[in-house]
């Protein structure tokens, strides 16, 4: 067999296992080793929420009010944390009008960044169990009580939700099932030992187990978690606990927040290497198989072009062709509407837009691009179109 035939297996084989393969064995470890959280029906203990808003005026009123009536089946000791990164747009004015011996508004005097303004807030915290929330969202009613309920094990160290994204005619409608698969991996991760990454829009943690994010840090919604997996406690996904949200309207948007949050897993590394380490770090196989392993596929899909494209053999020239055909649709459906409505066309669309953001993702870490500020995408709701925080869909990466 020639090499070109041996580069095209091995790259197909690794994109089919990063994307599919992974997926499978999770759910297959979880069936025959599987590790029950001993959950009960949550007590309305104290709690603290947190909220890291920047730039939110139009969403902080709505959603404090709801935050704060979800409160109302807790202790009278819960509190609301609201804290303004450096707002210029009046969020902070707008939160500190709505008095509520339960509601706290602190507020940053520059923009610092979303893992700077959780330190905050969580230093704040008055109880032992904090909650996450983000200012977009909605949330269903038993959502915190759902989370909670994991907490009467004392294996679990912190809970995510699960969000739940509006459906799109078009291409983003691919990066929808994208997510689907996401959750899907971090539930049977967990159903093992602990998922590596939470909804930061939706989670919760005891707060002896927090551990402070360094500023600048851009998933701070993986940091925190793999701290506490790392001290041997398990991050549990709760699948009852909804939230609801949407993708955004353009797909460049979507590209750039993945572009983003992609980069963030470079930094990750590099900001804690341990994770590397097998023996220090409890969950390293879920982080090489379910994130870091993304990564690699765009330089994969790149070797099994070149491998059929500089061979002559008659099934590598076919392949060849059915790359070129698949990469066709999909740009066709980033760029012709009614081709981007078909499912299959916008879910080739959606996987290449990921791939494509990954390997960018390796160029604007390097160039230290990444950013240490939040960034703003832009949402339609009801007709209107709103900024929101990049981070908000819950990281989906």
């Not at 909220?51 to 202790?75: G, K, S, W």
């Not at 094990?153 to 459906?167: F, I, K, P, R």
Request: glycine fraction near 6%.
């Amino acid at each position: 067999m020639s090499w070109q035939a041996w580069t095209f297996i091995f790259c197909t084989a690794l994109i089919a296992y990063a994307w599919a393969g992974y997926a499978m064995l999770a759910w297959v470890l979880a069936r025959v080793f599987p590790r029950p959280v001993r959950r009960c029906t949550a007590a309305p203990t104290a709690i603290s929420i947190v909220v890291a808003a920047y730039n939110e005026v139009a969403n902080i009123e709505r959603r404090i009010h709801e935050l704060l009536e979800l409160l109302a089946r807790f202790d009278p000791e819960s509190e609301l944390i609201v804290v303004s990164d450096g707002s210029t747009d009046g969020t902070e004015v707008v939160a500190r009008r709505m008095k509520h011996p339960q509601l706290r508004v602190i507020e940053q005097p520059r923009n610092m960044g979303k893992a700077t303004a959780l330190n905050t807030g969580v230093a704040a915290a008055s109880n032992h169990i904090i909650v996450f929330a983000d200012a977009r969202q909605r949330w269903a009613p038993d959502a915190i009580l759902c989370m909670l309920g994991n907490f009467a094990d004392q294996t679990v160290g912190a809970v995510s939700g699960n969000m739940v994204l509006e459906n799109h005619d078009g291409t983003l409608a691919g990066v929808g099932l994208y997510w689907k698969l996401e959750k899907f991996i971090r539930h049977n991760e967990s159903r093992r030992f602990s998922t590596v990454q939470v909804s930061g829009s939706i989670s919760a943690v005891r707060k002896g187990l927090y551990e402070s994010i360094p500023p600048g840090t851009i998933l701070d919604d993986m940091y925190w978690p793999l701290g506490v997996a790392m001290r041997g406690y398990r991050v549990i996904h709760e699948p009852r606990a909804y939230a609801y949200d949407r993708l955004p309207e353009k797909s460049r948007d979507e590209f750039r927040r993945k572009v983003r949050t992609l980069s963030g897993n470079l930094q990750l590394v590099m900001l804690r290497p341990t994770l590397l380490l097998p023996l220090r770090n409890p969950s390293w196989f879920a982080l090489v198989n379910h994130k870091l392993l993304r990564l690699v596929v765009p330089w994969a899909m790149l070797g099994a072009l070149f491998a059929c494209t500089v061979s002559a053999e008659l099934l590598l020239r076919e392949a060849l062709l059915a790359q070129l055909l698949l990469y066709g649709v999909g740009v066709l459906a980033l760029v012709w509407r009614p081709v981007g409505r078909n499912r299959v066309a916008n879910a080739i669309a959606s996987l290449m837009m990921l791939n494509a953001a990954a390997a960018v993702a390796w160029y604007v870490y390097a160039a230290g691009r990444s950013g240490t500020s939040w960034k703003k995408v832009r949402y339609r709701v009801d007709g209107q179109e709103m900024p929101a925080g990049a981070k908000s869909v819950g990281s989906i990466g």
